[in-house]
Each structure stands twice: as C-alpha cells, then as structure tokens.
C-alpha cells in the first residue's frame, strides 16, 4: 500500500494528504462513467432497432424540454442537501428506476424504449453534474488545477472499460440485461459515495460568514439582465452565436450518425458491439488527449483556433452529402470529438473568462443552459420538419449551411478581435487576472491585437502603461525595444521608472542614447533607475555613460547606482570607494555603500552588512541592508528576515518579502501575520505570496482565524475563499488537532514515569496547556464558521463551573459539529480522568499503547515541531542518567535548527554525547 501511495505521490503529484480523497473520487467517477456508458450503448440500440430511428427527432426534442425542468430543479435541490448525499440517492435512484423499468421490456411495452433513451441522457448529465459539485466541495482551487484532469482521467477509463465491456456482457447476460448491470455499478457507486462520506464527513454548520445563496433567476430575468451587454458588447454576440449555431449542428450530425449506424447494423448484437467498440476506441483517443496533448490552441491564437472546429462540420456535413455511409459516420463523430476536446471549448472557455466574476456569473449559465437548448430545440426541429420530406442524407445542405454560418461567425471574431480586446480593457471590462498565462498568450496572439496593445501602452500612464508594457513582452511584439523606448521617452517619471526594467539587454546603443537624454539632475529617482538600467547593458557599451554619471552626479543614490555597474566591470577600482562610504560617518554616503555593496555581487560585504544591522537594528538603514543581503544571498538572511517581521514588520522591504523562500510552517505564519500589515500593498503581496506556496497546509490557514486581529481573519477569508478551502479542511483540521490533543495527554503521562524534576514538571504542564490552547483553538476556529453567537454561547458553557450550563453547553456543540466530532472533543473539554480520556482517544485516533522504554519517549518528544517542547525536552534529556551516546544522530540534526535556543541546547548536548563516545 506504501509503494501505491509512493507511486500516486511521485508520478501523479498528488500530496500524500490529498492520496485518499483522490482515490475515492476516481473510483466513483469510474463507477458513473462506467455505468452511464453501459446504459447509453444498450438504450441507443434499442431504441434504434425496436422503436425506429425515424422518432429520433421527437426524442431530441423531449430530452431538450426535459432538461429545462430538471436541470432547474435539481439546482434547487444542490442548495439545500450536502453533496455527497445528493449524489449516493442520485445513484441509488438512476439505478433502481432502470431496473425497475426492466420487467417492462419482457412485457412487450414499446414506448419504453424512447423513455429509456431520454433517461439516459438526463442520468448521464445529473450524475456528472452533483459528481462535480461534490469534487469542489472536497478540494480547493490549487488541488483542483492538479487533481481534477487525473480524476477525469480514472472517468474515461472507466467509460473504455465499460465501451468494451458491453459485447461480452451483452452476450453473457442476456442483451436486455444490460439494464441490471447498469442497475449494479449504480449501485456500487453509491457505496462508494456513501463510505467516502463516512471516511470525510462534512461540517453542520450551514450558515457561512459572506455567504449568501443566489437568488433564483428565471428566464425572463435572465434575458433581462443579459439584453442590456448583448446590444453593447460585440464579443457577447460572437460568444452566443459560437455556443448557438454549434448545438443546432449537433442533432442533425447525431441524427445522420445514428442513422448510418442503424442502416449498417442490422441485428441488435452488430450494433451493440458496434457502439461498444467504437466507444471505447473514441474514450482511448480521448485519455491520450487528457493525458499527452497540451494547449495546442496556443499555436494559433484564439480567433485562427476557433476557426477548426466548425471548418470540419462543413467538411464532415459535404461528406454525408456526397458518401452517406458508416465510414462518413465514423469519421464525424472522431474528428468532431477530438476538436471540441482538444480546441474548441478551450478557447471558448478563454473568451468567456475575459469577462468579470460577477458578469461570468451569470453569462456561463446563459450559455450552458438556454443558449444550448434552444440550439438543441431547433436543431431537432428541423430534423423533424425534414423528415418525411427528405432522405438523412439531405440535411446535410441545412448541416453545411449552419457549419459555414458558424465559420463566419469565427471570422467576424477574427476581424473585430484586436478592437474588441482594446475596447473590453479600455472599460476595464476584461478579467484577464482569472486567466493563466499561458491562455494570456493566446488571446494577443494576433497581429491588429499587437499593433493595438502598443497603442495602448502610449496612450496610457502608470500601472495601465506598465501592464500593456509587460504584454508586449511576454507576446514578442515585433521591434519591442524601439516601441518601449519611445514610450519611456513620451512618460512622466514615475512611469518611466516602472518600464526601464522592460528594456532588454539588446538594446544597446539606442537605450544608451534615451538613457543620456532623459538623465536629469533635478529628477535624482529617476537618474538613478536609469543607471540602473544601464548597468543590466552591456559594459562595454554603457561603462562611458556610467562614469558621466558617477563624475557629474552629486545624488549619492545615483552615484552609488552607477559604480554597480562599473564595480562589474573593474572591481579593484571601485571597491575602495564603496568600502570608504561604508565607513564613513556620513548617513547618505553609508545609504550609497549598502547599495553598491548590495548590487556589487561581491559575497565580501556580507558579514559587515551583517554587523552593521546587529549594532543599529532601529537605524533607517535596516530596509537597505536587508535587500543588500538578499542581492547578495546571504545564507542567514531568513533569519534575520523571520526576527525583524517578529519586532518590526515594517523594516522589511517589499523586495525582501517578495522573493522570501517559503521553506516551513515558521516561515507561512509569518506571512500569515503580514495579512494584518497596515500597508495595502504588503497585505496583497502576502496573500499573493500564500495563494502560490506549494507547501500551504489548509490547517495553518483554519488555525489562523483564531488569531484576535480582524485584518488577519479578513485575509485569511478572502485567501480561504480563493483556495476554495471549506468545511471539510475545517473537519481535517479539528480531527487533526484532536489526535494532537490527545497525544500531548498521552506524552504527559508518560514523562510523569520519569525522574521527579521542576523541568520535567515544566514540560508536563506546557504539554497539558498545550492540549487544552488546541482545543480552544478549534473551538474558536468553528465560532468563525456561523453568523450567530451559538458557538460562543457553547464556549462560554463549557468553561463554566455550572453544571447545567455545561451540559446544554455539550448538547449544544454536538449538533453542531456533529456525533464523532463532539464525541472526540468532549473528554478533552471535561478534564476527566486520564486513562478515560486516553481510552477515547485510542478508539477514536491512532495513538500508540504506551512507549516501550525511556530512549523510545525521549526520541518522539525530539520529534516535535513546537520549539519550547523541543528545547524543554532537551533540558529534560540532559537530566538522565543513561547517557546521550543513544541520541548523537538526533542531537546532530536538532544542533542545525534554526531556532537559537533549540539550536544552542542541542548543541551543548551534541558536545557531550561525542564526548561520552
């Protein structure tokens, strides 16, 4: 099981925490996909073979208005049931309709099989629909970006396994059995959902700070709230036609698809075995898709990519026209799959994500839902007016023509594209924040786009002119150091300062010239960023207009900027001036030195940067020498770093922070702290900074809310909200803490075995207030998770020395919280007796019985994280009277904590171990 675990975490970067909840949802995705395709290849033939192909169109039509009414409902339902209920009587529900319907097939009842054919349909989207919703509830947005394409991926196995399957299960069990078998995956799947809820139970609390339930809009309101963008907004035309004229094509494709099939197969066993392969070969091109293919819509842009997909209806629909036959069939049905997978609805995602939230909101129901159903509606109205009229084989010239209307539409987009783009950023319409960069790219990936973006950069100023700047970068818009430089040129100074580190190094001779025309005495910032910028030249070409600088200059700050250019350049020259100004006594010529040490690459400043801050650590400098020493990478920086966001988090320069390594918890809870910054643009770059750690653990985020500051909660809110971190990291972390709590009774009563001391004491007594500030801080974590004062009522029950109180105060939490949550908390509220309270504990937890000797309880307490239990058993450690021979090993690793009274005992302790040896 390590191994399996070991592989999961190794190959499919999945953490070893997140191992189990992924396993669980794969399982039951396989399951549903499995499932859904057994009952899709035995309700498609039968319908075909026993009730006619000629009724297809009436069925589209039903299944369409079936899906109004249902899809409205069941989000209803979603609102008020917890996911993973919904989905196990979901399943339970799909499964025994199905056989409970199949005594009717034997009874010779035809209108069956059309019910049979819209309920597979409605099945298969309402069980991927509650399945989805239940995967969002378990994992936030950066697991999510990780897990959910492997989870797809265990689907569409399950789907290829299931494709394969229905021949030889068709032949085993009967063909009309199909719909028991599709009756007992069902089934197994709501095991699976119903033991996964067991496994990872969900919170009671319903009523979420800032969260409200959306009000219902119905369809009148809907058109009334989209008509207004839709007269306004050009892309919004596009974005509806691009999601319209596709699904009237759809029906007429499947209908000839489905005809073809149904004239080549005449028994119900060829076309069975006929869906079952070809299915499942479709499901193999589609893993290979998931698994190998990337963004390849990226090559093109989005207005070329969105051209692909409706170029091959046109030619899928010219040939139905011309060879209407299972090959044509075959063909459609593969290339048409592979586009919409690989292209289409990527790209379209990307132009529907250029708008806001709060408008996305409401524009991707739009589209999903009454878009795409009239396009279904009237796609099966036309097969249905068409058909005792013409033969299949005609509806192409309807096919084509929608085909080369929807081409027409992607090249209306590609004409309009670029003013399109400009005019959504002109209104600050466009939410590219929401997008990676990689779908970034592709958006100004064409050329009037380019042209269009650089117009941009000069006619705007400061954080607009330095975004469209950075665009252009990131696009390679042909001559871009010309444009930036005449830009840079055209601008007020702060902006000019902002676009200088944009200019590339080949530049050259051209920068040099602007550089010279722009350097001002008057302006010393902007003189200063200029040398700057000149210094990332090369030296040979910018080494004259350095030394202009440094000789003409009187700004210390420019004239220190200059030498970090030249010190590259001839450092046995320079390297007397900027060790003079930082001995000098002067304030501004010590500010010069701490620059150009700090720009000078020479690791020899380090250590007197080092004493300078050790013997002023108020002095204004401190900022200064902080980013010296992180230009340099000096090896104690986090150190020193993690002491002044302890003392004054305010001496930490922005650039310090920014490119702070977050390597441990130390290091999160510091950031975590900085969400409480009176600075705006701390408290963003923390939350920027959290949003993209790879190490965040859930729990430390939970655990923060019981911090008193509000700035923090509020952070730490906004940051939960963006990580989609809900109720059951909430769970984990209270089930976590409690396994703790437990533990730190467990290690109390075990060290009480040992030799009376007042270390031992001390230590026995941080274990059990230890316990009990877990146990608060779970409690005060819950208290964050409702809008009325119940939770705090219960705390302030289960503190009091009034009996009553305390028991209302017990009732009240566990339903709250919930059985086995309450349960596990309320020994560690009581202060029972200690082996009751360990009893649970053991029941409940993995704890272990007791330790097996001295060396053993000695080794897992130097295996804790908290720095006062690790230093206090140290203490306790060198009490003993066996010896430290034992624990050289893990005194050698504690000696390099970087903690210094962790780090200073161990070491103390290390000595006199190798001396016993």
Not at 241 to 265: C, D, K, S
Not at 653 to 680: C, H, M, N, W
Request: aromatic fraction near 8%; proline fraction near 4%; glycine fraction near 6%.
């Amino acid at each position: 099981m390590n191994s399996v675990k070991s592989f999961i975490s190794r190959w499919l970067k999945v953490q070893p925490d997140e191992i189990g909840v992924f396993l669980w949802s794969a399982a039951i995705l396989y399951l549903i996909r499995t499932s859904n395709i057994l009952f899709n290849n035995f309700a498609e033939t039968a319908f075909l073979k026993r009730f006619g192909v000629e009724y297809l169109p009436i069925v589209y039509i039903i299944n369409s208005l079936t899906t109004f009414v249902i899809m409205a409902a069941i989000t209803g339902v979603l609102r008020k049931l917890p996911s993973t209920r919904m989905l196990t009587y979901m399943m339970v529900f799909c499964g025994l309709s199905v056989g409970a319907l199949r005594p009717l097939v034997n009874l010779g009842y035809d209108m069956i099989y059309p019910v049979l054919f819209v309920l597979k349909a409605q099945y298969e989207g309402l069980l991927a629909l509650v399945f989805w919703n239940l995967a969002n509830d378990f994992f936030n947005t950066r697991q999510s970006k990780r897990i959910f394409p492997l989870i797809t991926a265990g689907g569409v196995i399950g789907a290829i396994v299931g494709s394969f399957l229905t021949p030889a299960l068709s032949k085993a069990i009967s063909f009309d059995n199909l719909m028991l078998a599709y009756t007992v995956t069902c089934m197994a799947g709501a095991v699976m959902v119903w033991g996964m809820s067991i496994q990872y139970p969900a919170l009671k609390i319903t009523e979420r700070k800032g969260k409200k339930k959306a009000p219902k809009v119905n369809l009148v309101q809907e058109f009334k709230q989209i008509g207004p963008m839709l007269k306004e907004s050009a892309l919004l035309k596009i974005l509806v036609l691009l999601t319209l004229l596709p699904n009237i094509a759809l029906p007429i494709m499947n209908y000839q698809f489905n005809f073809a099939v149904n004239e080549t197969y005449a028994t119900e066993g060829g076309m069975v075995a006929f869906f079952g392969y070809f299915r499942g070969a479709l499901n193999i091109v589609s893993l290979f898709i998931l698994l190998f293919v990337g963004k390849i819509y990226n090559r093109w842009g989005l207005p070329v990519a969105l051209m692909f997909h409706p170029a091959n209806y046109a030619l899928a629909f010219a040939a139905f026209l011309f060879r209407f036959d299972i090959i044509t069939a075959m063909y459609a049905r593969l290339s048409t799959r592979v586009l919409l997978v690989t292209i289409n609805n990527p790209a379209r995602n990307i132009l529907v994500g250029l708008f806001p939230d709060e408008f996305r909101a409401l524009l991707r129901p739009f589209l999903r839902g009454t878009v795409v159903r009239v396009g279904i509606l009237v796609g099966s109205g036309i097969i249905f007016l068409s058909e005792h009229l013409v033969a299949p084989r005609w509806l192409s010239v309807v096919g084509l023509a929608v085909a080369l209307g929807w081409v027409t539409t992607s090249v209306w987009l590609k004409r309009s594209y670029s003013d399109i783009l400009l005019g959504l950023i002109g209104r600050n319409v466009i939410d590219l924040r929401s997008l990676q960069d990689q779908d970034v790219g592709a958006i100004f990936k064409d050329k009037r786009a380019q042209e269009q973006l650089v117009d941009a950069c000069m006619a705007s100023q400061g954080k607009a002119c330095l975004w469209y700047a950075q665009m252009m970068q990131a696009q390679q818009v042909p001559d871009m150091e010309e444009h930036l430089l005449k830009i840079i040129r055209a601008k007020d100074e702060a902006t000019a300062i902002s676009l200088l580190p944009l200019v590339p190094k080949t530049a050259g001779l051209k920068a040099l010239e602007a550089y010279a025309d722009l350097a001002d005495p008057a302006k010393p910032r902007l003189t200063a960023a200029l040398a700057t910028a000149a210094g990332r030249l090369p030296l040979e070409e910018s080494a004259s207009f350095l030394t202009k600088l440094l000789e003409e200059q009187s700004d210390l700050g420019v004239r220190a900027q200059a030498v970090i250019g030249l010190y590259h350049l001839e450092p046995e020259k320079y390297h007397p001036m900027i060790q003079g100004w930082l001995d000098g006594a002067d304030h501004d010529q010590r500010r010069a030195g701490v620059i150009a040490a700090g720009g000078s690459d020479n690791r020899e400043f380090r250590p007197l940067l080092r004493r300078m801050l050790a013997e002023d650590p108020s002095s204004d400098l401190v900022p200064d020498i902080l980013a010296a020493l992180s230009r340099l990478e000096d090896p104690h920086l986090d150190e020193l770093v993690l002491e002044r966001l302890r003392e004054d988090p305010s001496s930490v320069p922005l650039e310090v922070l920014r490119y702070l390594e977050l390597k441990d918890e130390t290091d999160l809870k510091a950031f975590i702290r900085l969400l409480g910054s009176g600075r705006q643009e701390v408290r963003e770059l923390a939350l920027e900074r959290l949003s993209e750690a790879e190490n965040l653990d859930s729990g430390l985020l939970i655990e923060g809310l019981s911090l008193p500051n509000r700035r923090v909660r509020r952070g730490l809110y906004e940051l939960m909200s963006r990580l989609k971190i809900g109720d059951r990291e909430i769970i984990a972390f209270a089930k976590s803490n409690l396994a703790l709590a437990y533990s730190n009774i467990l290690e109390a009563e075990a060290l009480g075995k040992l030799p009376a001391t007042p270390e031992r004491d001390l230590l026995i007594q941080h274990l059990l207030e230890h316990k009990k500030g877990r146990v608060e801080t779970i409690l005060r974590v819950l208290a964050t998770q409702e809008d009325s004062d119940q939770m705090r009522l219960v705390i302030r029950g289960l503190s009091s020395a009034d009996t009553k109180l305390r028991s209302n105060a017990v009732e009240a939490l566990e339903s709250m919280v919930g059985r086995d949550l309450s349960q596990a908390m309320l020994p560690l509220v009581e202060d029972g007796q200690v082996a009751e309270s360990l009893a649970v504990g053991r029941k409940l937890f993995k704890l272990p019985i007791h330790f097996a000797d001295e060396r053993e309880l000695m080794e897992h307490m130097l295996a804790k994280k908290n720095w006062v239990s690790l230093y206090l058993s140290l203490v306790v450690l060198g009490q003993r009277e066996g010896g430290l021979e034992p624990f050289r090993e893990t005194l050698g690793r504690l000696a390099q904590s970087r903690n210094p009274y962790v780090k200073a005992e161990a070491s103390r302790l290390a000595h006199m171990a190798r001396r016993e040896a």
